[in-house]
């Protein structure tokens, strides 16, 4: 069992994701490295692009109401999504510091996880447009909901192109997956019918739950050794909530305990999500694991086994799936990074957004 040092506080990546232990992006192989002077967050990366349009002086010019990025993307390129590598190892998952709760996932196990990489930020709006073409997102940058959830005008305007996406289902998340991972000339993660290109897979499910679960359209299975996007399992996405190896995960939140400094939610978000990147992240680099959006993870909900477990999918079927990390709308208690939210796949919610993986 890999040991990880006990976390500390102010232990984590600065806000450009900069730290020791180095960041990758794959297959873009953006790195960034503490000492080398690289920056990778997303203000870099949009001033980087916008630079190559005008250095390489491409023909036509962005149309007035897009900014040079979205005209960049439309031409034919694929969103860069930035990845952590998380190294393998073992933790103690569903323990929830400060006292436990069904919801944080009893009974407690060791779960070993293999190695793999997770996606620095929850998909955002703007990534979801250039691979999708469409804005399902609730909040549009002019926007926050009152009580009764009314849109509230919000000024100044924020960018809508930052905010994690959200008023996407389960499946949705899916068919997000293949089509990036075509983009990016990947192999798809995900099949429907033998198929792995979402234009053959038809209408998705819009509330087709019975007693017996989801049975008749549990359809979609992972391609053995595909190396496409996807979603984490539950158990990737709490271990690297819990910071992985590099941070003993003895934190009720993702990277501190207390909810302000790496979350978004109901005391302190103003009622509507917030541009990623914003808050603290945790040891790994990885920013808003808690609060924001809630993330759809891969897992049917089903209740833990006790004995440990290796690299766990979850239950065999269901009738709904996991969602981890707490949102904007919600009391810090759901921030915690063993709690757990569930809903049907084919749901779609203003506080439900995701996160990318890959092996």
Partial sequence: MTQAPPCRRGYFADKAGNMDKGFVDVPGKIAAERGRGKKTGRNALTAALVLALVLTGRPGAAPAEETAVEFFFRNGKAPVIEFVRVEGGSFRMGHCPGGGSFWCGSPVRTVTVSGFYMGRFPVTQGEWYDVMGTWPGRFTGTNALDDNW??????????????????????????????????????????????????????????????EG????????????????????????????????????????????????????????????????????????????????????????????????????????????????GGWNNAPAGARSAYRGLDGPDVRFAGIGFRLARP
């Fill in 150 to 211: 009314n849109d509230i005008t919000v000024t100044p305007a924020f960018d809508r192109r930052n905010l994690p996406v959200e008023m996407v289902s389960w499946y949705d998340a899916v068919v997000f997956s293949n089509r990036l991972s075509v983009m990016r000339g990947l192999s798809p993660a995900y099949s429907i019918g033998g198929s792995t290109n979402p234009d053959d897979w038809g209408p998705l499910p819009v509330w087709l739950w019975t007693w």
């Fill in 214 to 325: 989801y049975a008749e359209r549990d359809v979609v299975t992972i391609v053995p050794g595909s190396n496409g996007y996807r979603l984490p399992t539950e158990a990737q996405w709490e271990f690297a909530a819990r910071g992985g190896t590099v941070c003993r995960g003895n934190f009720a939140f993702s990277g501190s305990d207390t909810a302000g400094d790496v979350a978004w939610y109901a005391g302190n978000s103003g009622r509507r999500t917030r541009e990623v990147g914003r808050l603290k992240p945790n040891a790994l680099g990885l920013f808003d694991m808690s609060g924001n959006v809630w993330e759809w993870v891969w897992d049917w909900f089903g209740p833990y086994p006790s004995a440990a477990q290796t690299d766990p999918m979850g239950a065999a079927a269901g009738g709904f799936r996991v969602f981890r990390g």
